[in-house]
C-alpha cells in the first residue's frame, strides 16, 4: 500500500474520533478488508504528526509511547475533506468512462 494511501484511511477512521494504533487499524480493516502493518500504520501515523494533521489526544503523551490515542486536527480535517473530494471527481470520471452513471 502506498504511504499516502495509508495516510487518508488514517485520516478517515480518526474523523470518528480519536483511536490508539491498534484500534485505528481495526477500523481500517473494518472498511478496508485489509490491516496495515506495523511499520506503514505508524510511519503514516509519524507523517501526519510531523505535519500536524494528528496530534496526541492527551498532549502529555510521551512522543515515543507507541499506544498514544491520537487525534486529527482541524487542519487534518480539512486535508482529508479536500482529497475526499478529489477522490470523488477521479470516481466519478472512472466511472463516467466505464459507462456506469454515478450514484
Known amino acids: 500500500m502506498h504511504s499516502n494511501d495509508a495516510q487518508m ?18 477500523a481500517i480493516e ?3 478488508g485489509s490491516r496495515l502493518g506495523p ?6 501515523l509519524s507523517r501526519l504528526e510531523a ?3 494528528v496530534r496526541p489526544a492527551d498532549e502529555a503523551a510521551e512522543a515515543q509511547e507507541r499506544h498514544r490515542t491520537m487525534r486529527i486536527t482541524e487542519t487534518g480535517r480539512d ?10 471527481r477521479i470516481s ?4 463516467r468512462a466505464l459507462g456506469i452513471t454515478p450514484a
Request: proline content about 2%; cysteine-free.
Open 9 to 26: 484511511l488514517v485520516l478517515t477512521v480518526l474523523a470518528d474520533g480519536p483511536l490508539h494504533g491498534y484500534a485505528i487499524n481495526t
Open 30 to 32: 473494518e472498511l478496508t
Open 39 to 44: 511499520g506503514s500504520l505508524y510511519g503514516a
Open 51 to 53: 505535519r500536524e494533521l
Open 79 to 88: 486535508q482529508l475533506r479536500v482529497e475526499l473530494q478529489q477522490m470523488a
Open 92 to 95: 466519478a470520471a472512472g466511472l
